[in-house]
């Protein structure tokens, strides 16, 4: 008996205990690193919404909207010089999140690629300010040509992109 309690429940309490304790500390951890990490991820949203409409003063959240698929968040600049759109699209490698600014006719004035997993070297040409740029001042991206080698991420981009110009027909009168 002595055996059986020194060779395999001793062992056992322990390592669950080892469990209990590890457990406790990333627990103890999270709580205390959760509202920093989400004041982060606030101030970076709100730099890619200011860098998409720079000339915007404060923004105000359409937070009841049924958004078209595609379209996480939907802003107004307050002193109506634009709205900001948070959109994705599938790209070629997973999820390809997009900020994209729009001024009061629908033009579109800034586009921010966010952080993906689409092949670097490749698919990362997309996020070239030069190459964003052709977009700026169209209503519609179809008119700009797709990066030889990347056409699945360009087509992200453009999805994207019309994401945001249909959120925009949404609440534009709103």
Not at 94 to 112: A, H, S
Not at 124 to 150: H, K, M, N, Q
């Given at each position: ?119 670097r070297g490749i698919g990362d040409r ?49």
């Amino acid at each position: 008996m002595k055996k059986l309690r020194n060779d395999f429940i001793v062992p056992i309490l322990v390592l669950g205990l080892i469990c209990l304790l590890c457990t406790w500390a990333v627990a103890v951890t999270f709580h205390i690193t959760d509202p920093e990490i989400q004041r982060m991820n606030l101030e970076r949203a709100q730099a890619a919404r200011l860098e998409v409409l720079p000339e915007a003063d404060e923004f105000i959240e359409f937070p009841d909207l049924e958004l078209p698929h595609g379209v996480t968040e939907a802003f107004r600049a307050n002193n109506g010089v634009g709205y900001v759109f948070q959109t994705y699209a599938p790209g070629y490698a997973g999820i390809v999140p997009v900020t994209v600014g729009l001024d009061p006719d629908g033009r579109i004035i800034g586009i921010r690629m966010l952080a993906n997993q689409e092949t670097r070297g490749i698919g990362d040409r997309v996020e070239c300010p030069t190459y964003l740029a052709l977009f700026y001042g169209l209503t519609s991206p179809d008119g700009v040509d797709t990066i030889s080698g990347a056409t699945v991420t360009v087509d992200a981009l453009k999805h994207a992109l019309r994401h945001a110009i249909e959120a925009f027909e949404l609440v534009r009168d709103i």
